[in-house]
């Protein structure tokens, strides 16, 4: 079976191949390869690269592989330019510019991993490429020759020729000079010299032997092939003397240099001419002049002429420029390309457009025009886009610089309420997405898990509850059983008008709520959810939502609640929120319908992922979003397959510009913020229980509170560290408790969690520890795991051999190296370096915080350089929750649940019966919420 791969960058900036789906087969960024390009590509990314440019790998790519190709291939191009005389000298290529690089990684069409891409990234691989060029040039008896020759026929060095064409200002009448020259060394050894083409004639003829001169014009035989100026030239023979052309002559061989090149001839012509973007006046379109305080339906102004590196022709100069037939025309002292009917074809069908919108054009429109995407079909003929010039206005321009580098650029009042410091990244996060809801732009905070989003759009609802920032700060505690605060509520929803709406994962109520409590006791939040309000109180709501909840500035509530509960769209909401929000990836799903029909003043998208890794999620994320902007999902699939190769990558690289406004996107690794980051970063994930687990887990409470009736001493502390121990076994899995093989995922809600957690690191290519004092969990959950992964992990428990431990820390170090690894406490609690791992997961907790720290210090110590994420699993409603809080709240209670010097045995035998029954009871509405 041949499996599909895509491409990706690694988090160092890499390359490697990676299993692809069938939705990224759908969308055109993964296919299945052939296998010598899989298998060059496990040897080193240059050797893949260079093995995809080869003829033996001629046919289409997936677009992200597309690119990487196009980029190797822009390397051998220099290369062959470099040493196009021949010799024994190595001459490297100089890599692109700055410049130059910045836009190469500005037309990459989505992949996985392209956050980590930079102007460095390029430059490694550019050097990669050229060492790798240089081994194998050096295995081989014909050097460099022989190995170019090896990847295409057509790439020749020794006795190559040369095309040149240049100016020649002295004749008006033929103002371009051609000549055609080959490569040729008097003496074995000597430095090789250009030598005019009709020397190899004259030799030829002069031996009587046509075999050599045959062997050297076959690139020109090519050439000829691509290009009817040169088989003119050739047929004649007028190719081996010095020829004058004019205008209409050198447009042809300047319009025809790529497939010049591509035949095995080098090419010399004046650097203005650039064969991807040749100089040409074009069509301007500016889009956006006029400023906006809020975008409507139609917002955006139109302005349309002809310009000339973005400054306005003269009327003289439209003139001659319509009048030229010759493809080209002298104009402000340089060449530049016409085409005087593509030109005014564009000229009017801009002008038609902007006509029909007198009042203005649709910002989502507007997007996508200077994104080059045509999804809608909204757009004038693509024909004519290579005359075109469509840039934003003066207010558009700064707007848009706004959304997409907000650093600094965005100011807004410090809010006295909110009782934290952010952090600067975190400060510019607020600012953005303020001033994007305040454009009415639907946006998406896709911050790396561990930046703090939550805090960031906590205070964006204190800035909106308090414009001002620095009014009196209130004595409101956080509602959680929707009880009425009297006068301080009559303030609040005097200064909003309407309450925002939060919908979320079950796991994550916990920390939004401990997180209002903490940092924005001012803002009154109620959590519409069955574990925090009775029945009667949710039928309330559901009566009469708008005045039941008119005192509120933040509802919470889950996916699975708002899939049923219909009032939730008849409140017209001031924010819509998703915080975890690939929930509704899957724009088919009645869960996802359902939230799209919820009104709201502005919407926010809350994810730790790239959003645009997989383009069919990506369309059902905006059309919530902002919805429109990549039109129909037919309409977007149909966009994004296009037939030809090239035209893919275009299109899909016009989509990463069209959402690039929307989306802001901070990572751990970004320089500015590393300073700001902790190095550790806990995270407490709030896990449900199973009707299965709830189920063993009373009738283990049951029983321990019969034989509490009876037992004492001794008896009665065994009986509780026994039942103790089968509680955080049922809050693992019933399997574990019940000693049985089958651990099914759907029994525990951990596992659900874990698989959350799992899939983020997936997109982000991050590895991950996870802990566990069950050695006999191990291998459950490297199972699943693996299955999740769709690679093997490692497992390290006691009965792995003292020879092996090594083995695996050094097989999971490696940058490819599994994605997990699971550790029993006891046996990798100490001694490992594992600092490839960006992630720690305490699958059940120790309770005892100097073990459960000694366990994370396998990630967290000496040569990590990127903050270790540390997420500890808690049962909700469970015992687990209980002890979790009594650490939270003072972590120095430490020494009274345990015994002496920190011994994991805990002190809770100590409590009398009613105390510990209470202590170890289950909440059933949290547990099962």
Known sequence: MTLAHRIAVTPLGHLHLVAGTDEDVAYGVAAELPVKLVKTFKESPAAGLSYSVSSRADGPLPAPLQFWRAFANRYFTALRRSNSTGGGDWRSPEPPDAATLKEILAEAPPMLGLEYASPETLVELWDLLDEHTSVQAKRRKGGLAAYLHSLRPEWNLHGRVTFHLAENKKNPER?????????????????????????????????????????????????????????????????????????????????????????????????????????????????????????????????????????????????????????????????????????????????????????????????RLLAGAAITGDDVDESVQPWTRIEAGDWLRETLGKLRSPNGKVEITENSHLRATLRPYQSDG???????????????????????????????????????????????????????????????????????????????????????????????????????????????IAANPTAELAPYDLVATTYGLARRQKWLTEIDWNLVILDEAQAIKNSGAAQTKAIKKIPGRGRILLSG????????????????????????????????????????????????????????????????????????????VDCGLTRVQTTLYKAVTDDLKDSLEVASGIQRRGMVLGALMQLKQICNHPALHLKQSDFSPDDSGKFSELRTIAETLIEKQEKMLVFTQFQSMCGPLADYLSGIFEREGLVLTGKTATKKRSQLVNEFQAETGPPFFVISVKAGGTGLNLTAASHVVHFDRWWNPAVEDQATDRAFRIGQRRNVLVHKFVCRGSLE?????????????????????????????????????????????????
Request: hydrophobic share 40%.
């Open 881 to 929: 929750e209980k002890i979790d809080d009594m650490i939270r709240d003072k972590k120095a209670l430490s020494r009274e649940l345990f015994g002496a010097q920190g011994k994991d045995e805990m002190q809770l035998t100590e409590m009398n019966d009613a105390q510990l029954l209470d202590f170890v009871s289950l909440d059933l509405n949290k547990a099962t919420a």
């Open 175 to 367: 103002p371009f000079a051609f000549l055609a020259t080959y490569t040729s060394s008097e003496t074995t050894g000597a430095t090789p010299r250009h030598v005019p083409l009709s020397e190899a004639l004259k030799a030829s003829i002069s031996s009587g032997n046509s075999e050599q001169l045959d062997a050297l014009l076959t690139p020109v035989s090519r050439a000829a092939e691509a290009c009817p100026a040169i088989a003119k030239l050739l047929d004649s023979k007028a190719l081996f003397s010095p020829q004058a052309w004019g205008i209409s002559q050198a447009f042809e061989f300047f319009s025809s240099v790529p497939q010049i090149e591509d035949s095995g001839v080098i090419v010399r012509i004046p650097d203005w001419w650039n064969a991807s973007r040749p100089p040409r006046p074009q069509v301007t379109v500016r889009v956006g002049s006029k400023q906006q305080a809020r975008l409507g339906s139609e917002s955006l102004d139109l302005d349309v002429g002809i310009t000339l590196d973005g400054q306005p022709l003269s009327d003289d100069e439209l003139e001659q420029l319509m009048a030229a037939r010759e493809g080209m025309t002298l104009l402000r002292g340089k060449w530049v390309q016409v085409d005087a009917d593509h030109l005014q074809s564009a000229l009017q069908q801009w002008k038609d457009l902007r006509d029909a919108h007198a009042s203005g054009i649709g910002f989502l429109e507007g997007m």
């Open 609 to 684: 992922t790239p959003v645009e890794n997989h383009l069919g999620d990506l369309w059902s994320l905006f059309d919530f979003c902002a919805p429109g902007l990549l039109g129909t999902a037919a309409a977007f699939k149909r966009f994004v397959n296009a037939k030809d190769e090239d035209a893919r990558a275009q299109r899909l690289a016009s989509v990463r510009k069209l959402i690039q406004p929307y989306v802001l996107r901070r990572m751990k690794t970004d320089p500015q913020i590393v300073p700001d980051l902790p190095q550790k970063t806990e995270m407490r």
């Open 430 to 540: 607020v600012a953005w997405l303020y001033f994007a809801t305040q454009l009415g732009l639907g946006v998406c905070l896709a911050d790396d898990m561990g930046l703090g989003k939550t805090i960031q759009v906590i205070s964006l609802l204190l800035h909106l509850k308090y414009p001002g920032g620095s009014e009196t700060r209130g004595t409101a505690k956080t509602q959680r059983q929707g009880k009425t605060k009297g006068a301080s509520k009559v303030a609040a929803k005097a200064q909003q008008s309407r309450p925002s709406l939060l919908i979320l994962p079950t796991s994550l109520l916990g920390n939004w709520q401990r997180e209002v409590e903490r940092f924005a006791p001012d803002l009154n939040m109620l959590v519409a959810h069955r574990s925090n309000l009775d029945a009667d109180t949710l039928k309330r």
